[in-house]
């Protein structure tokens, strides 16, 4: 079965200071990755994914994710956060494509200090 | 990528009784799926809606306890049954078509006292 850790529970990044979320994954196949971030009272918006080919993913709000398979890692990254990044980070990884629905991380909460 | 709505955004409900929520795309999506999230935690799959079938639970997870339909391309429910406070949690449908980003509907807060 797959499985998604996600080791920080929370973290705290002062605002313009760059941002690493990290995840690992254990699955069987190829891994089809997903990162989603939920704000407060709100859905989950999808920030990027990887299915396959350029391991370096750009995603929405400038954030971009590293697929290393050697470390079963997909760690997300942004260069400088801004006070609006603050929200729950969740990373999934899906079989299929997510075609049998995704297995979610624990998520990362994420604090920005002014 | 979809648009999903999902309806209502929040209720609160007795013990012993169900609550329906639906949810619609704004266009045709092969998969949905619904999911929960307890307070405080991740989320965790309940189930897979299958169009004009039964839909496909995940382990802990009943159809007496969660009926859904999915009667056309854009559009399913999910009742939660004869509800007790554990229930309490925010419900979240999803969709998507083929390889590709599944959207989330804004979530149902269902309170049950």
């Known amino acids: 079965a797959q499985s998604v850790t996600q080791p920080d529970i929370h973290i705290t990044v002062s605002e313009g200071a760059s941002l690493e979320l990290r995840c690992n994954y254990s699955?069987?196949?190829?891994?089809?990755l997903f990162w989603y971030v939920q704000s407060p009272g709100q859905g989950l918006q999808l920030l990027l994914k990887?299915?396959?080919?350029?391991?370096l993913v750009q995603g929405i709000k400038g954030f971009e994710a590293e697929f290393k398979r050697s470390q079963s890692s997909f760690n997300l990254r942004k260069p400088s956060v801004h006070w609006s990044d603050a929200a729950e980070y969740f990373c999934?990884?899906?079989?299929?494509?997510?075609?049998?629905?995704?297995?979610f991380g624990k998520g990362t909460h994420l604090i920005i200090q002014p | 990528s979809a648009v999903i709505s999902q309806k209502p955004s929040r209720d609160i409900c007795q013990r012993g009784t169900s609550l329906t929520i639906q949810c619609q795309v704004d266009?045709?999506?092969?998969?949905m799926f619904w999911y929960r999230q307890q307070p405080g935690q991740s989320l965790t799959l309940i189930a897979t809606?299958?169009?004009?079938?039964?839909?496909?639970?995940e382990s802990g997870f009943v159809i007496d306890k969660f009926p859904i339909s999915r009667p056309n391309l854009t559009f399913s429910t999910l009742t939660v049954s004869n509800m007790s406070p554990e229930d309490s949690s925010i419900y979240l449908c999803?969709?998507?078509?083929?390889?590709?980003?599944?959207?989330f509907g804004s979530g149902t807060r269902l309170t049950v006292v």
């Open positions: 999934a990884v899906g079989a299929g494509g997510g075609a049998d629905g995704l297995t």
């Open positions: 699955y069987g196949a190829t891994p089809y």
């Open positions: 990887y299915f396959s080919g350029d391991t």
């Open positions: 266009s045709q999506v092969t998969m």
């Open positions: 809606a299958n169009q004009g079938s039964e839909a496909t639970y």
């Open positions: 999803s969709g998507g078509t083929g390889v590709g980003g599944y959207t």
